[in-house]
């Protein structure tokens, strides 16, 4: 996505890079509980990581607090020779529904009314986190780590809904969407062009996606080792 009012080419770029896959085998919604550690796959796809953007102008990091982004960022910092910046602005967005299992989608919430008063309003949304409040805590990181790494490149490890919540925000689009159609899949980088202090552009590349099991791409959340009827 380009956008046209400047086509002036980037002096610094910040990666929004997704953590890898979660070890997940009872395929609960997670959110910002503790010990959801990345799977062996998950640590794959972040050496494929460094791998693949370890010789890039990359000259600041900074990762969620959670264990899954901590441990997607170690090997990008170690090819780098980076400090890892941790910032809670950049975590998971809250969730009223953590804990529960989604692993047949939408019909796992009509199964159970006791959850149904969390869904009365889907564009704040009523059940999480409002989407207004993710994209305030993730532009302020965004900028920060912008500022950092001016005229360079710089990688902020978080997650799948923060990150394309901020990217429909830069696009200017409506917040509400389908989960499954967010192109944002795990160890994806969204890269915001900046020129001066002004996104340009906005890219998607996946430098892991050949690593990713064909039905895990749309999934909300990651369920590593999971049977598949409690995968989301």
Same mark, same amino acid.
């Given at each position: 996505? $380009?956008?046209?009012?400047?086509?002036? $080419? *980037?002096?610094?770029?910040?990666?929004?890079?997704?953590?890898?896959?979660?070890?997940? *085998?009872?395929?609960?919604?997670?959110?910002?509980?503790?010990?959801?550690?990345?799977?062996?796959?998950?640590?794959?796809?972040?050496?494929?990581?460094?791998?693949?953007?370890?010789?890039?102008?990359?000259?600041?990091?900074?990762?969620?607090?959670?264990?899954?982004?901590?441990?997607?960022?170690? *090997?990008?910092?170690?090819?780098?020779?980076?400090?890892?910046?941790?910032?809670?602005?950049?975590?998971? $967005?809250?969730?009223?529904?953590?804990?529960?299992?989604?692993?047949?989608?939408?019909?796992?919430?009509?199964?159970?009314?006791?959850?149904?008063?969390?869904?009365?309003?889907?564009?704040?949304?009523?059940?999480?986190?409002?989407?207004?409040?993710?994209?305030?805590?993730?532009?302020?990181?965004?900028?920060?780590?912008?500022?950092?790494?001016?005229?360079?490149?710089?990688?902020?490890?978080?997650?799948?809904?923060?990150?394309?919540?901020?990217?429909?925000?830069?696009?200017?689009?409506?917040?509400?969407?389908?989960?499954?159609?967010?192109?944002?899949?795990?160890? $994806?980088?969204?890269?915001?062009?900046?020129?001066?202090?002004?996104?340009?552009?906005?890219?998607?590349?996946?430098? +892991?996606?050949?690593?990713?099991?064909?039905?895990?791409?749309?999934?909300?959340?990651? +369920?590593?080792?999971? *049977?598949?009827?409690?995968?989301?």
């Amino acid at each position: 996505m $380009s956008l046209p009012e400047n086509q002036h $080419s *980037p002096d610094t770029i910040v990666h929004l890079l997704r953590h890898g896959e979660v070890h997940n *085998p009872e395929g609960i919604l997670y959110g910002r509980r503790d010990g959801f550690h990345l799977s062996a796959l998950g640590n794959r796809m972040a050496e494929r990581i460094a791998e693949s953007i370890g010789d890039r102008d990359i000259v600041h990091l900074r990762a969620s607090p959670l264990e899954r982004a901590q441990e997607t960022a170690r *090997p990008l910092a170690a090819a780098r020779g980076l400090e890892i910046v941790t910032d809670d602005r950049v975590i998971e $967005s809250g969730n009223k529904l953590e804990g529960l299992s989604f692993g047949q989608g939408a019909w796992s919430i009509i199964k159970r009314p006791s959850i149904w008063r969390h869904f009365y309003n889907p564009v704040t949304p009523s059940w999480g986190e409002p989407h207004k409040q993710i994209v305030a805590r993730m532009m302020a990181a965004v900028e920060d780590a912008r500022a950092a790494a001016v005229g360079h490149e710089a990688v902020i490890v978080s997650h799948q809904l923060p990150i394309w919540t901020t990217r429909l925000h830069v696009e200017g689009r409506r917040q509400l969407h389908d989960p499954r159609r967010r192109q944002c899949t795990l160890c $994806s980088l969204t890269s915001l062009h900046f020129v001066g202090d002004r996104i340009t552009q906005v890219s998607y590349s996946e430098p +892991a996606g050949d690593l990713i099991p064909l039905k895990d791409k749309k999934a909300p959340f990651s +369920a590593g080792g999971a *049977p598949e009827e409690q995968r989301p």
